[in-house]
């Protein structure tokens, strides 16, 4: 017997939950796209979208999802002979180095696997290396969502400077921005790309690179950039169609409007410990199960572990019987362990992944927690009891 009627929690790693202010909010007539309104308000979304992001420098915003943001990056500021450096750590920088690729950009990569963060040693040395600064930019991930894993970027910038590198500084913060702590200026990351859809709370369609002066200097002999992707007409437009290059996203502005606002009323200090404290609580919770069975954290170190997501490693077919289970059954669907496939799992039915980005709260975790827990009773994956009284005891210190 299902019991999966009611409304249906979708908990993998984005699209995150649509808050009602941010659905409500786009529930209207088109708007004039000209003059008014509409136009005062997208001047007030790039100022506070820099306020996200602890950058007082330049963002671009764009029709696109988050792929659209690295290939938009990539392109202002490298041409085609360029050299970058990739630091792999899960499936996601992997796809930003193979779009470089295509665009004619030569890639060396350091791969430090999928279950584990940058080893900043290694980066400091490859860049010493690099005698003659053939490396243009370094590519790095805050938080790879197939992994799980929170990679040092204050840290990654430190080793940089140690080598005295002039490369600039690219960080993917698509699955983290507003809910992992990130500091832009104060970290010296020259680019950024996020997209609407994680931590801030917006359905799939807008995409935003943020960038230094530094890096817009790159864009002066970047001759990979074509019209619609160039940033600088973006930024601060005489005309206002050319914020978008064309017709405004209308309506998910006024979403964004709505998700930024509830961000500023919570307080963005306040929105990273919920996702801490939280995270904290799903952890333990998994440890706990771990104890007797299969089910383990994928990335050992909590302080190297993403606060929007959880990726974890199961036994094939486990992780996958217990994703359909969840959402045949309880109304809940889990991520797929996307990337993680291996030689003898090459589905990656060993793996699943829990979003808790964005518009979540203690109930809400409770509750994918304690269908999780009924998916392992029913299902007869060994674990050992007591993780929601674990669960319990970290949100009650709240």
Sequence with gaps: MSL????????????????????NAMHRPAPNIYTGALVDMTHTIAADLKKVARTEQNVAMYIANGHGAWEAALVNVLSRGDKVLVLATGRFCIGWREMATKAGVEVDTLDFGRSSDIDLAQVEEALRADTNHEYKAVLSVQVDTSSSVLNDIKGLRAAMDAACHPALLMVDCIACLGCDRFEMDAWGVDVMVAGCQKGLMTPPGMAFVFFSNKADSARETANLVTHYWDWRPRVNPVEYYRYFDGTAPTHHLFGLREALDMIFEEGLEHVWSRHTMLAQAIWVAFETWGQAGPLALNIADPAKRSTAVTAIRATAPEGTMLRNWLTENAGVTLGIGLGMGTDTDPAGDGFFRLGHMGHVNAQMVMGVLGAIQTG?????????????????????KA
Aim: avoid cysteine; glycine fraction near 8%; hydrophobic fraction near 45%.
């Design 376 to 396: 392992l009773d029913a299902l007869d994956i060994p674990h050992t009891k007591g993780a929601l009284d674990a669960a319990t005891a970290v949100m009650s």
């Design 4 to 23: 999966a009627q009611g409304r249906h929690y979708l908990a993998i790693p984005g699209p995150s939950v649509m808050p009602d202010r941010v659905l």
